[in-house]
């Protein structure tokens, strides 16, 4: 079984900072893709940065600039340093990584449980 449990949601005033961590467990034999998505109440899933296994990134145009995802293969941990935070940031942000586990084919995409950013004016 493999788990993503995501940690660093909070409350903050806009221009104020977060970092997101989305860490894996489990019988992991490798993690390609990972990407950190968001959802705000009555709106549609989208993706805010992504980051392939060789470390090519990727960035919502909303957040160019001021988000930047990274990862750290030895410990299975992605995070989202998030800076001068917005009000429409506020969401709750998931991590989604393709993962190759143990006992399985193929890769297969996972997703956390989500944390809440709250950003107020």
């Known amino acids: 079984q493999v788990q993503l449990v995501e940690s660093g949601g909070g409350s903050v005033q806009a221009g104020g900072s977060l970092r997101l961590s989305c860490g894996a467990s489990?019988?992991?034999?490798?993690?390609?893709?990972m990407a950190w998505y968001r959802q705000a109440p009555g709106k549609q899933r989208d993706m805010v940065a992504s980051?392939?296994?060789?470390?090519?990134?990727n960035y919502a145009d909303s957040v160019k600039g001021r988000f930047a995802i990274s990862r750290d293969n030895d410990k299975k941990t992605m995070y989202l340093q998030m800076d001068s935070l917005k009000p429409e940031d506020t969401s709750v942000y998931y991590c989604?990584?393709?993962?190759?586990?143990?006992?399985?084919?193929?890769?297969?995409?996972?997703w956390g449980q989500g944390t809440q950013v709250t950003v107020s004016s």
């Open positions: 989604y990584a393709d993962i190759l586990m143990v006992g399985r084919l193929g890769v297969r995409g996972y």
């Open positions: 489990g019988s992991i034999i490798n993690i390609n893709d």
């Open positions: 980051i392939a296994g060789h470390g090519s990134t």
